[in-house]
């Protein structure tokens, strides 16, 4: 499976952006689906979760009320919609698959087997 993550961008506070990540193959609707970021110098972390249905979702709480999470099995792409953006959600964001057919969604990147390549999201004040 190949991820392939877009929609970053410059964009000020207060201000929205959408992410999407498309995946190749045909086993999409498999996955759970997870987008993670990383900052300068620091860890890569869990932003948001979705299950293999779409029927749950998981979010940090630093991001929870402001971005949202959607997945369209039919388009194979997982979306990250941003919103009320501020300048500490900074970061190279990336998406990734869970393959595991596992019921819940997780927030540990090590369970994730699948990633794609960073798409870059920059909030200035």
């Known amino acids: 499976v190949q991820l392939q993550a877009s929609g970053g961008g410059l964009v000020q506070a207060g201000g929205s952006l959408r992410l999407s990540c498309v995946a190749s193959g045909r086993t999409f609707s498999n996955y759970n689906m997870g987008w993670f970021r990383q900052a300068p110098g620091k860890e890569r972390d869990f932003v948001a979760g979705i299950s293999r249905t779409a029927g749950t979702t998981y979010y940090a709480d630093a991001v929870k009320g402001r971005f949202t999470i959607s997945k369209d099995n039919a388009k194979s792409t997982v979306y990250l919609q941003l919103n009320s953006l501020k300048p500490e959600d900074t970061a190279e964001y990336y998406c990734?698959?869970?393959?595991?057919?596992?019921?819940?969604?997780?927030?540990?990147?090590?369970?994730?087997?699948?990633w794609g390549q960073g798409t870059q999201v920059t909030v200035s004040s």
């Open positions: 990734a698959a869970d393959r595991s057919l596992r019921s819940r969604v997780v927030e540990t990147r090590d369970e994730y087997d699948y």
